[in-house]
T-cell receptor
Framework: QKEVEQDPGPLSVPEGAIVSLNCTYS??????FMWYRQYSRKGPELLMY????GNKEDGRFTAQVDKSSKYISLFIRDSQPSDSATYLC???????????????FGRGTQLTVWP | DADVTQTPRNRITKTGKRIMLECSQT?????MYWYRQDPGLGLQLIYY???????NKGEISDGYSVSRQAQAKFSLSLESAIPNQTALYFC???????????FGPGTRLLVL
């Protein structure tokens, strides 16, 4: 079992819809949680970053972390065709030595927002 | 100019050939990483380096080697390429003590 599980989709929604993307994880040492967005034929780019539990909002994007359930979410409000991309969750443990700074990625969810 | 650059962007090679993928960064970050991405498998860590003298194996290092020539340069080599190494390869960087990583544009490799 991978340490980070993410439904690969694909997910297809109409413009204006609310999108919910999710990941679950098994390692309780994970403390840093990120969402990356990857457009076709491009490298992943950081979208959201949160530490420990709670919510973080940035424009139309909201990231939620529930450490008790080992579950993170990304919500996209008023989705736009330009949001069409693959979204990858990533997380990092608090650790020492070589574990510090390593990221563990989900497989990515492919999202299409149609006009 | 891009902060993390990768060369070449596309490469076709034959089974058994040795190839090198190069990564350069101008972000001043200490840490550099090599990943491969396959459809449906997400990003898998090949090697990572926390400074010039520190090299660590990732999840899938077999068949690969790396060289950290300087703080800004990190190269990935396939000593004898095989078809199942056909994938998209990404270099990434992060600063010391930072959790977020910044990715290059990727190298698309096809091994025939």
């Amino acid at each position: 079992q991978k340490e980070v599980e993410q439904d690969p989709g694909p997910l297809s929604v109409p413009e204006g819809a609310i999108v919910s993307l999710n990941c679950t994880y098994s390692n309780s040492a994970f403390q840093y949680f990120m969402w990356y967005r990857q457009y076709s034929r491009k490298g992943p780019e950081l979208l959201m970053y949160t530490y420990s539990s709670g919510n973080k909002e940035d424009g139309r994007f909201t990231a939620q972390v529930d450490k008790s359930s080992k579950y993170i979410s990304l919500f996209i409000r008023d989705s736009q065709p330009s949001d069409s991309a693959t979204y990858l969750c990533a997380m990092s443990p608090v650790g020492r030595g070589s574990t510090l700074g390593r990221l563990y990625f989900g497989r990515g969810t492919q999202l299409t927002v149609w006009p | 100019d891009a902060d993390v650059t990768q060369t070449p962007r596309n490469r076709i090679t034959k089974t058994g050939k040795r190839i090198m993928l190069e990564c350069s960064q101008t972000k001043g970050h200490d840490r550099m990483y090599w990943y491969r991405q396959d459809p449906g498998l997400g990003l898998q860590l090949i090697y990572y380096s926390f400074d010039v003298k520190d090299i660590n194996k990732g999840e899938i290092s077999d068949g690969y080697s790396v060289s950290r020539q300087a703080q800004a340069k990190f190269s990935l080599s396939l000593e004898s390429a095989i078809p199942n190494q056909t994938a998209l390869y990404f270099c990434a960087t992060s600063k010391k003590g930072g959790e977020t990583q910044y990715f290059g544009p990727g190298t698309r490799l096809l091994v025939l």
